[in-house]
């Protein structure tokens, strides 16, 4: 761990300004910094109400305002797969007022999804701290669908080719990359049907207007518990304590898939880096309060915590190259 900085002396204090003085640096009083904020802040959900997205910063959104003295004010801009959303704030001012709570499928999937995508995720967006990881679940109707193991439900989609369907959020979400994947692995033939939300898209589910979809498990165990719908296997490495009854992906014999997203804070690309670093600091001062970070596990996500902007920042980019042979292999195109 490094030390520490040592205390300021008043001898070196003096001795800065000096130097200062000698280098024809001005020296500004710190009442002269401009302050930040001083008016009210927003966040852009690019997604409906009531998905994982829009909860789990809403739940945030409190604590942020109390660390940072001013309000926060989510707004959902919807539309285009998150893409609208996302490209607003891309293209707002740099002036620590206005964010994006993206995901995944805005920028790791989107940059290869869309061929004429109107912002790119790592030159016009600037990387301010992600919040939490979201493991997938695989969850099917029970409204006239029998299905109850993934191994049925593997036999019955290769024998209907074009049958059935699976939903998600919009194209290019990580509900409809993972749902395209896992078709792929087995070798089936299914029709996406895309929705404006993950509200939609589980009241779909619940409906049997589509036979499967992928979500957070936190948004989907009432569903398995009522017996509206089924989970049959989670995208994780151990069972949720949230599901102790539903398998790993790898208990239930399934192909492996990438089948995750993350969600994170973004500003417009020239964002000022103080102000960057101060937002960082409110979503971490969020994602430490006990009662967040209870209710981000129940929902089966959890608080992705310790992240700079700058360790962030090269995730992102990370994960547009991983992900783009996926994207090219799904076959899945937003435009």
């Not at 919040?131 to 109850?148: D, E, K, M, Q, S």
């Not at 992928?214 to 948004?219: A, T």
Request: aromatic share 8%.
């Amino acid at each position: 761990m490094p030390c520490p900085p040592a205390p300021t002396t008043p001898r070196r204090r003096l001795l800065g300004a000096l130097a200062a003085l000698l280098l024809g640096a001005p020296l500004m009083p710190a009442a002269a910094q401009p302050a930040w904020p001083t008016q009210p802040i927003r966040i852009v959900v690019p997604f409906g109400p009531g998905g994982g997205t829009d909860i789990s910063i809403r739940a945030m959104a409190p604590k942020m305002s109390e660390f940072l003295g001013q309000p926060v004010v989510i707004e959902n801009r919807p539309g285009a797969g998150s893409t609208v959303g996302t490209d607003h704030v891309a293209k707002s001012a740099p002036d620590g007022y206005t964010y994006v709570h993206a995901t995944l499928s805005s920028t790791g999937i989107a940059a290869t999804l869309y061929r004429n995508l109107p912002y790119d995720p790592v030159r016009d967006l600037a990387a301010v701290a992600p919040t939490i990881w979201v493991p997938l679940t695989l969850c099917v109707t029970t409204r006239n669908f029998t299905v109850r193991t993934a191994q049925e439900l593997i036999d019955t989609l290769r024998a209907n080719p074009g049958r059935y369907q699976y939903g998600s959020n919009g194209v290019g979400a990580t509900g409809h990359l993972a749902s395209a994947n896992f078709a792929t692995r087995i070798g089936a033939q299914v029709e996406h049907v895309p929705y404006r939300s993950g509200a939609q898209t589980i009241a779909a589910l619940l409906a049997g207007e589509i036979q499967y979809m992928h979500d957070i498990y936190g948004l989907l165990r009432p569903h398995h518990e009522s017996g509206q719908a089924r989970c049959l296997f989670i995208t994780a490495d151990e069972r949720s304590d949230e599901l102790p009854g539903v398998p790993t992906m790898r208990e239930a014999g399934v192909p492996e898939y990438k089948a995750y997203s993350w969600f994170g804070l973004f500003a417009p690309a020239a964002t000022p880096r103080p102000i960057v670093n101060r937002m960082a600091a409110a979503v971490e001062h969020a994602l430490a309060d006990p009662a967040i970070a209870a209710r981000m596990n129940q929902m089966g996500t959890p608080p992705m915590r310790g992240w700079t902007p700058e360790r962030f920042g090269a995730f992102v980019q990370e994960e547009v190259v991983a992900w783009r042979p996926l994207v090219q292999a799904s076959g899945a195109r937003a435009d």
